[in-house]
């Protein structure tokens, strides 16, 4: 798939480490959610794109549930 940023064809498939927080001070307790996804990474503009696993996904959801009440 062409990069959807410059719609290049020149990507590449690495695997990373990506440690999420939860942003406001109010949030600060709330523990970093790390996600060990593969990384497509457009090699002319850099835009990257990477999917959350499902049990982190949850993990964000919950986060902002309790953020929200
Ligand atoms: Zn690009």
Do not use: Y
Not at 41 to 51: A, I, N, R, S
């Amino acid at each position: 798939m062409p990069c959807k940023s410059c719609g290049s064809l020149n990507q590449g498939t690495f695997t990373g480490e990506v440690a999420i927080h939860f942003p406001g001070l109010k949030d600060i307790d709330e523990p970093i959610v790390w996600v060990f996804p593969g990384l497509i990474v457009c090699l002319d503009c850099g835009t990257t794109e990477f999917t959350v696993p499902k049990s982190e996904l949850r993990q964000l959801a919950k986060g902002d549930d309790a953020a929200a009440g």
